[in-house]
């Protein structure tokens, strides 16, 4: 699980050999510890559109040294490119001309972020020219960042201010040592919803989160990320990996429990358990996942079958569970998302872009990422009124929430380090930055998804992959 070359090359000498081989020269990524500056450097803001002045505001309010000019002798950590006023491919060209004037000036782990307004919520040619535009650029760039920089996109939707809380969640998620793995992606603001933690550092204090799957790997790093976020934690597993969950959850002050989540009653035992243990539940994490690889003309009935079972038809089925209880309540008690309910799956770029003996799991993950695009719809996630028990939208069973998938890339786990080593070593390059993601990583998207800073954006896909080469 140790990536001994990304270490090498990190060292004097190892950096030397590298770059006179031309071999690659995969960068020490800056990750989040508590306390560090939000960012490191000043942040310029490009673009004369609202989000612009909206975006400056912003940073200002979270102590930022904030830009508005490039400046030849400027270091920046971040910058900011605003395009949500294009209204045709030539009105690209001030903005990006300005930001690639400024890319030998950006600092180690450096964030480039673009904002722009949805391609789907316009129909007018020009317009919908021009903001896929973005989307194409912002890919571009994140190939050519150095250093361990990354560059993604904040989307807006057509009557979302990037002053709401959502945007605000996203824009700091983005420009956030969280996001360390996250390049060439795309984060969806589309609705207004979203509510700004009352502490940055705490955004899920007071909640109480499941994580399936949280005996080890990236499980066990969700729980670890949820709690030091302030979520107190029911951690789930299968009984064989009793002792591996009860050695998670200890640390982290939460509570075990032991089952199948094909188990057609996991559901309701999950609910029970909050109820009587927590009194509550407001974020679930589908997390448990296995793979069983064979090339489609060797796949069996049992290899297919227990994969779709685990991967993807039990949570459909305690997500049937969770948002009916989420409207009606637990013995009459709002147990279920009292301020809100936050779901995130775990999908994998296996889905998006296939793999070789993958049929079954790509077909669970493709499955997970529409599963959440339709579930989205039958949430609302406009933050619950002040005064309701909030559970559900009032008069509706409709219940007030998010929901949202996360596809990691290649993450350095147990299950990568059994890969042949040559494969393993290609497997790992073959992204923007040039080295595995670590569990972590997944962890912090998952932990910003599941935020009420993250409530404008539902039904959607984000991944965690370096920009991997490997799909869309
Ligand atoms: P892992 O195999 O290390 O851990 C999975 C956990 O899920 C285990 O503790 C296992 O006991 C538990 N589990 C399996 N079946 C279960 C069931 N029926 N009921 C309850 N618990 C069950 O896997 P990981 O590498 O940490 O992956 C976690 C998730 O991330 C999975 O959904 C996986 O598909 C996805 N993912 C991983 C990678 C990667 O590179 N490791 C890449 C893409 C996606």
């Given at each position: 699980?140790?990536?001994?070359?990304?270490?090498?090359?990190?060292?004097?000498?190892g950096?030397?050999?590298?770059?006179?081989?031309g071999l690659p020269?995969?960068?020490?990524?800056?990750?989040?510890?508590p306390g560090?500056?939000l960012?490191?450097?000043?942040?310029?803001v490009?673009?004369?559109?609202?989000?612009?002045e909206e975006?400056?505001?912003?940073?200002?309010g979270?102590?930022?040294?904030?830009r508005r000019?490039?400046?030849d002798?400027?270091?920046?950590?971040?910058v900011?490119?605003c395009?949500?006023?294009?209204?045709?491919?030539?009105?690209l060209?001030?903005?990006?001309?300005?930001?690639g004037?400024?890319?030998?000036?950006?600092?180690?782990?450096?964030?480039v972020?673009?904002?722009?307004?949805d391609?789907s919520?316009?129909?007018?040619?020009?317009?919908?020219?021009?903001?896929?535009?973005?989307?194409?650029?912002t890919?571009?760039l994140?190939?050519?960042?150095?250093?361990?920089?990354?560059?993604?996109g904040?989307?807006?939707?057509?009557?979302?201010?990037?002053?709401?809380?959502?945007?605000?969640?996203?824009?700091?998620?983005l420009?956030s040592?969280?996001?360390?793995?996250?390049?060439?992606q795309?984060?969806?603001?589309?609705?207004?919803?979203?509510t700004?933690?009352?502490?940055w550092d705490?955004?899920?204090?007071g909640k109480?989160?499941?994580?399936?799957?949280?005996?080890?790997g990236?499980?066990?790093?969700?729980?670890?990320t949820?709690?030091r976020?302030?979520?107190?934690?029911?951690?789930?597993?299968?009984p064989?990996?009793?002792?591996?969950?009860?050695g998670?959850?200890?640390?982290?002050?939460?509570t075990?429990?032991q089952?199948?989540?094909?188990?057609?009653?996991?559901g309701?035992?999950i609910?029970?358990?909050?109820?009587?243990r927590?009194?509550?539940?407001d974020?679930?994490?589908?997390?448990?996942?296995?793979?069983?690889?064979?090339k489609l003309?060797?796949?069996?009935?049992?290899?297919?079958?227990?994969?779709?079972?685990?991967?993807?038809?039990a949570?459909?089925a305690m997500?049937?569970?969770f948002l009916?209880?989420?409207?009606q309540?637990?013995?009459?008690?709002?147990?279920v998302?009292?301020?809100?309910?936050h779901?995130?799956s775990?999908?994998?770029?296996?889905g998006?872009?296939g793999?070789?003996?993958?049929?079954?799991?790509?077909?669970s993950?493709?499955?997970?990422?529409?599963?959440?695009?339709?579930?989205?719809?039958l949430?609302?996630?406009?933050?619950?009124?002040?005064?309701?028990?909030g559970?559900?939208?009032?008069?509706?069973?409709?219940?007030?929430?998010?929901?949202?998938?996360v596809?990691?890339?290649?993450?350095?786990?147990e299950?990568?380090?059994k890969?042949?080593?040559?494969t393993?070593?290609?497997?790992?390059?073959?992204?923007?930055?040039?080295?595995?993601?670590?569990?972590?990583?997944?962890a912090?998207?998952?932990?910003?998804?599941v935020?009420?800073?993250?409530?404008?954006t539902?039904g959607?896909?984000?991944?965690?992959?370096?920009?991997g080469?490997?799909?869309a």
């Amino acid at each position: 699980m140790t990536d001994t070359y990304t270490a090498l090359v990190n060292q004097p000498m190892g950096r030397k050999i590298a770059r006179a081989l031309g071999l690659p020269q995969p960068a020490a990524l800056r990750r989040y510890e508590p306390g560090q500056n939000l960012v490191d450097g000043s942040v310029l803001v490009l673009g004369d559109g609202p989000a612009a002045e909206e975006s400056a505001e912003m940073l200002l309010g979270w102590g930022l040294e904030v830009r508005r000019q490039p400046g030849d002798d400027d270091l920046y950590g971040a910058v900011i490119a605003c395009y949500d006023g294009v209204g045709t491919p030539a009105d690209l060209s001030a903005t990006t001309v300005a930001l690639g004037s400024v890319q030998r000036q950006l600092g180690p782990s450096a964030r480039v972020i673009t904002v722009f307004r949805d391609p789907s919520g316009t129909a007018e040619p020009a317009v919908r020219a021009a903001r896929r535009g973005v989307e194409g650029l912002t890919r571009s760039l994140a190939h050519e960042m150095r250093r361990g920089g990354t560059a993604n996109g904040l989307v807006l939707g057509e009557n979302t201010a990037l002053s709401v809380p959502g945007a605000a969640g996203a824009l700091r998620f983005l420009l956030s040592a969280k996001s360390a793995f996250v390049s060439g992606q795309f984060i969806p603001v589309i609705t207004d919803g979203g509510t700004v933690p009352q502490d940055w550092d705490q955004p899920l204090a007071g909640k109480v989160a499941v994580v399936t799957g949280a005996a080890r790997g990236i499980g066990a790093a969700i729980a670890a990320t949820l709690h030091r976020d302030g979520a107190t934690i029911v951690g789930v597993d299968v009984p064989a990996a009793g002792e591996a969950l009860a050695g998670v959850v200890n640390s982290l002050s939460g509570t075990a429990l032991q089952l199948d989540i094909t188990a057609p009653s996991a559901g309701e035992t999950i609910l029970r358990h909050c109820a009587e243990r927590h009194g509550r539940l407001d974020v679930v994490v589908h997390n448990a996942g296995i793979t069983r690889d064979r090339k489609l003309a060797n796949m069996d009935a049992s290899r297919w079958d227990s994969v779709i079972a685990v991967n993807i038809e039990a949570q459909l089925a305690m997500n049937r569970t969770f948002l009916a209880a989420a409207g009606q309540g637990v013995d009459g008690q709002a147990v279920v998302g009292r301020d809100g309910l936050h779901i995130a799956s775990l999908a994998s770029t296996s889905g998006i872009a296939g793999n070789t003996g993958q049929t079954n799991y790509a077909a669970s993950k493709a499955g997970v990422m529409g599963m959440v695009a339709a579930t989205a719809g039958l949430m609302d996630p406009s933050a619950p009124a002040g005064g309701s028990d909030g559970s559900s939208v009032e008069g509706t069973s409709t219940p007030h929430g998010t929901i949202n998938a996360v596809a990691p890339g290649f993450i350095e786990t147990e299950m990568t380090a059994k890969m042949p080593r040559a494969t393993r070593e290609v497997a790992r390059r073959l992204n923007s930055l040039q080295q595995g993601g670590l569990p972590v990583d997944v962890a912090e998207a998952v932990a910003f998804l599941v935020s009420d800073a993250a409530g404008g954006t539902t039904g959607s896909t984000l991944r965690v992959c370096g920009q991997g080469m490997m799909g869309a």
